[in-house]
């Protein structure tokens, strides 16, 4: 358990990423100094001088509880061991090496392995932390009488998060994330994660996505319209996958999920073109039948958890961010490579009436700086638009325009945030909130994006902040990515983890993170109220606390995104 220390006088605080700095990348430690004094940067053996700079001080920061001092050293560059010193005071050991964000690249994508749902997990890919085949029965249509249903097999897919809920709008979410990473970057998915699939040709990260498309496709009706979640009544206890035998239920099917599904399968069918262009057909296919399906019924058709349904409900206020995502990889992917070259006419006359809905939805898109999460998908739309290679002949130049301007207008905001932190977070209080890690992370998306498009430096080293706080830069000095950094996450809200036995925690893991609304009940009683306690110090490394320290798909994959670019 984490609990915030208060600051004992003299003792000086160093707060920094746990992981080290890369040659050429920004560097910045935050101590608990007050003053503007001098530090240098001290070899760790020997002990002599290699860097010296003035602190910059901040004052009190009400979302850090303390003032603080910000050494920046980005301009040395040469690789080894340090300390920074300040007066008397002496910080821990820090590192500047190549390959600092490797193996936490590698593992933050090996962690979807882990959630994998029906399937054995082996010891091979799995090393200790096997386990049997899980939810493998078929599940009941929901509401439909038990003696007549026809139960379905929609085997395999991902557990969502530390419960084994899988859910069709999160996973479309995270698997986009996946595929604009490689779509961007993807001479960074250069790498292999011992996966069943590893070797085949195809890169791990589309392997491990395709793992969970298959899933999506499973989840499509034949007239097009998608389930939205499959599970139980309720979340199971803390018990391995496998022991999970109550009945699986499909909750009805909502215009977010079928929009999300367009906008995955769509894009997955552009890029797998070139590695399985069978899969990619079927990719299509499906995709064009459920955009049919929504293009039948421009009215929104949420989905609200049944009063006896327990499990998340992932609600949206409307469906036209996910609606405008869907159109943006449609009209993309028609532009690409084979599937442009014999349009039949009926997906041609579809073309045309997309755009014109997609024009109007993005003249009323209203982004946000978490517009690449499950409360508002548009950005994909943006990254979609901006990084498609012939986008204005695709999009127009005008829609193109107003994609780019959307993107680094969110971005400028989210370099003011920044500014205003002590700690150069681009984070404020009401930030603080059940899956901080997944806000901050979108930060950093949407400014790795305006630097690939820009080329202003200011932008990615935003970026490298967001990743800073997530791995050591906060007050708790905590890592919040299990298996990386001396202090870090250990006791996830996650249930194999917890009924695992295992002492040891699977390493690539992200948590939820600092949260001050306090969601859950372990978090009211542990943590000391508002006020004496500064919202990032809002958070226990304890699994009972599932508002504060869950794991969950979609923390992990922008992580990934984050951590792939800037490695
Ligand atoms: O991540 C979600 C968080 O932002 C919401 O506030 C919370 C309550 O609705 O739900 C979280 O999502 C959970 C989902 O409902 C079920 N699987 C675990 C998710 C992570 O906590
Ligand atoms: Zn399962």
Known sequence: MQISTTQQPGAARFFFNLLGFLPQGPKTIITSHTEASPFSILNAETGSVCYTGVLEASPLDPDTGIASARAEFSDFTVPGSYRLSVGTDLSPVFTIAEHSYDALTHDLLKMFYFQRCGCALTEKYAGVFTHAACHTAPALPYGEDPATAVPRNVCGGW???????????????????????????????????????????????????????????RMQLPDGRVYHKVTTANHAPFIMPEEDLEQLYLYPPSTISAAMFVAVTMQAARIFRKFDEDYSTKLFEAGMTSLRYLLEHPEYIPFRNPKDCHTGEYGHPSDRDSRLWASAEFLRTLATGSFD??????????????????FGNMCDFTVKKDSFGWHQVGGLALLSVCFCPDADTVFGEKMHEMAKRFLSYTADSIL?????????????????????????????????????????????????????????????????????????????????????????MIPGFVAGGANCLFHDPTAKKLLPELGKVAPMDCYIDDHDCFSLNEIAIYWNSTALFVAAYLM
Not at 191 to 209: H, Q, R
Not at 437 to 453: D, E, Q, V, Y
């Open 341 to 358: 070259a014999q349009l039949p006419e009926d997906i041609r006359q579809i073309r045309e009436q997309v755009y014109a809905r997609f």
């Open 416 to 504: 003011k945030l920044r500014e205003q932190s002590s700690f150069n977070i681009p984070m404020e209080r009401e930030d603080y909130t059940w899956g901080s890690s997944l806000g901050l992370m979108n930060r950093a998306m949407f400014c790795i994006a305006a630097h690939l498009l820009t080329g202003n430096d200011t932008y990615r080293i935003c970026a490298y902040d967001c990743l800073d706080y997530l791995l050591g830069r906060n007050t708790l000095q905590f890592s919040y990515v299990s298996g990386h950094g001396s202090n870090c996450l250990k006791d996830p809200h996650n249930r194999p983890t917890v009924a695992d036995d295992i002492e040891e």
């Open 159 to 217: 557990h969502d998060a530390g419960d084994y809920g899988r859910y069709v709008t999160p996973g479309a979410l995270t698997v986009s994330h996946f595929l604009h990473a490689y779509e961007i970057f993807p001479e960074k998915f250069d790498f292999t994660v011992n996966i069943p699939e590893s070797g085949n040709g195809t890169p791990d990260v589309l392997n491990e996505a395709r793992y969970e498309l298959d899933w999506l496709l």
